[in-house]
């Protein structure tokens, strides 16, 4: 970037991980990794480490509003991440800035469980989740256990998994990205991409480690590539093969087991 030009800039809406791993500062790091600058309003701060979250908190939804507002009034946003959203008020909050500002794209990763098995969602705002958000989402990117939430029943293989796209389609998101690594079975790993027009399979060999951050890091991805000019599919397909190299290349900082993704591991590569 050169002369006076601004930037264009990927917001992150989500929560803080105090351990490093996931939420803001896996979504930073990732846009740093792509060359994009970040922005970030906090919807949550949790006390979390490899092994376990022991504590949330959710500030003000006023304050969280003045962060979204602060940011659109200064910086050109290329496209918005939201992530972790722990009530229906943070939702609402959301959504009405959403609706008001308008980001080019928006990329929800519907965060409801953590590694670990802690809850992240109030159980009231599911259905605020669906009715407020999915419509002003450019692309969905739920885990198996997020879209078996969103749509009240289970996906236990490949071909559900395949069904389950045209219903996440019809809760009116833009095309949705159904990451498969919950799905049973020892072959590749296939994420499925379905934007109403084509299903595309994203396979990557599966690896033999449990990741911490992936679904967040893979929701940055996605919108930096949005804000490097890239088409939704292409930027899909980039984004998933970011997060297998991140997690090939990961590393165990804590004693739990799950391993960090090493963010930046193209740069050591070249």
């Known amino acids: 970037m050169t002369g006076n030009a601004r930037p264009v800039c990927a917001l992150t809406i989500a929560g803080s991980d105090s351990g490093g791993g996931a939420g803001i500062q896996a979504d930073l790091k990732t846009f740093a990794a792509h060359g994009v600058h970040g922005l970030s309003a906090l919807s949550a701060l949790t006390a979390q480490h490899t092994r376990a979250v022991t504590a949330v908190h959710v500030p003000p939804v006023d304050f969280l509003r003045e962060q979204i507002d602060a940011c659109f009034a200064d910086f050109d946003i290329g496209a918005v991440k939201i992530g972790m959203l722990a009530n229906a008020r943070v939702i609402r909050a959301v959504a009405d800035a959403l609706e008001t500002h308008r980001p080019r794209a928006v990329v929800l990763d519907p965060v409801m469980v953590a590694t670990s098995g802690a809850k992240l ?30 749509l009240g029943h289970a996906i236990a293989d490949d071909e559900a998994a395949e069904a389950a796209l045209v219903e996440l389609l019809a809760l009116d998101a833009g095309a949705v990205l159904l990451k498969g690594g919950h799905l049973p079975g020892s072959g590749d790993m296939v994420d499925r991409f379905d934007d109403g027009e084509a299903l595309i399979e994203f396979v990557n060999p599966r690896l033999d480690v449990e990741g911490h951050g992936t679904g967040c890091t893979l929701a940055s991805a996605i919108a930096a590539n949005l804000c490097r000019g890239m088409p939704l599919r292409e930027a899909c ?9 991140a997690l090939k290349h990961g590393y165990a900082p804590g004693k739990g087991p799950v391993r960090v993704l090493a963010h930046f591991w193209q740069r050591t590569q070249e």
């Open 121 to 150: 969602l109030d159980d009231g705002a599911l259905d605020m989740l669906r009715s407020r958000l999915l419509p002003l989402a450019t692309v969905l990117t739920p885990n198996i256990p997020e879209a078996e939430l969103l």
């Open 237 to 245: 397909s980039a984004a998933t093969n970011y997060v297998h190299g």
